[in-house]
């Protein structure tokens, strides 16, 4: 893995970790449940990817240093939860800078083991929202991409962008951080621009 995907992949960890924690206090979890939702938002995109993809065990749940970061970033999360509500825009970039590294990483791995387009379109974006996902599900809410925000459609385009461009013989480094920085701009441009994909709710007004 490149230097600049393992940074921005803990970075990501980092942001997601947060993401999880402050939504497990926000339903007065215990510190228990902080951590479990920390690490499900900041992992369990990456373990879903890895099963899928016949890795096993998940390189998640063996590679130390990542649940390591995910546990530590919970517990000072839990800790000091009222600096953290004051960070929410910094925390925002975080998370778009995270998904697109996990976009990016995901559909690498997946490219590298078998090229497939529906393969690695869908291991890319499950490697990216899988966790945010299951954090909603265990907060027992609708997940948020599935009902609003122009965000999982990032991730989707960037892991259609490494397909394509993979086929044609793109230098693999260049190709992971062009699509890091393409899912990440998308994401930004979605915030600022408040892209959001058509709702049912257009059908409750008619």
Same mark, same amino acid.
Request: charged share 10%.
């Given at each position: 893995?490149?230097?600049i ?24 979890? $215990?510190? =228990?449940? !902080? @951590?479990?939702? *920390?690490?499900s938002?900041?992992?369990? +995109? %990456?373990? #879903?990817? /890895?099963? &899928?993809?016949?890795i096993?065990p ?6 130390i ?6 546990f530590?970033t ?30 990016a990483?995901g ?6 083991l078998?090229? $497939?387009p =529906?393969? !690695? @379109?869908?291991? *890319?974006?499950i490697t990216?929202?899988? +966790? %945010?996902? #299951?954090? /909603?599900? &265990? ?53 600022r ?8 709710a ?5």
């Open positions: 893995m490149s230097l995907l393992l940074i921005t992949n803990y970075i990501g960890i980092i942001a997601f970790s947060i993401s999880g924690s402050m939504k497990a206090i926000e339903k007065k979890m $215990d510190l =228990l449940g !902080v @951590i479990t939702l *920390g690490f938002t900041s992992l369990a +995109g %990456g373990i #879903l990817a /890895d099963l &899928l993809l016949g096993t998940p390189t998640n749940l063996i590679c240093p990542y649940p390591t970061a995910s530590i919970s517990i000072v999360t839990f800790a000091f939860y009222k600096k953290f509500t004051h960070v929410s825009k910094p925390l925002i970039y975080a998370d778009a800078l995270g998904l697109g590294a996990f976009t990483s559909a690498s791995l997946a490219f590298s078998r090229p $497939d =529906l393969l !690695v @379109i869908m291991v *890319g974006t990216a929202v899988g +966790g %945010g996902v #299951l954090r /909603d599900i &265990l907060a027992n809410e609708i997940p948020l991409v599935l009902t609003k925000e122009f965000y999982a459609s990032a991730s989707i385009i960037g892991s259609t962008v490494y397909y394509g461009l993979a086929e044609l013989g793109v230098q693999t480094g260049f190709l992971t951080t062009l699509v890091l920085l393409l899912t990440f701009t998308l994401r930004l441009l979605a915030i621009m408040k892209w959001k994909l058509p709702s049912s257009v059908f409750d007004k008619s």
